[in-house]
């Protein structure tokens, strides 16, 4: 499955583009889980998933609750907060 590029936006906050003309391509792969049983049930294969780079949005009454991404370790240089 595919995101609409009308949501972006709305749907991902996270990725508000300050110079849109710098992008010119970006596909996103999207899987909606309608309920937290049917994540809980699946969370293997969700996990293998988002290794491959999807995204998971998991709904929990018909609405979005959690988005389940790849974790991306950065390290940060020198001495943090000072």
Do not use: F, W
């Not at 995101?3 to 990725?15: F, R, S, V």
């Not at 909606?32 to 999807?54: D, M």
């Amino acid at each position: 499955m595919r995101a609409n590029t009308d949501l972006g936006p709305q749907m991902y906050p996270q990725y508000h583009l300050t110079r849109p003309d710098l992008v010119r391509y970006v596909e996103v792969i999207v899987m909606v889980v309608n309920t937290i049983t049917e994540a809980k049930r699946q969370l293997s294969e969700l996990i293998e998933k988002v290794q491959e780079g999807e995204e998971v949005i998991i709904n929990k009454a018909g609405k979005p609750v959690a988005l389940l991404t790849a974790y991306k370790n950065i390290r940060c240089r020198g001495n943090p907060g000072h």
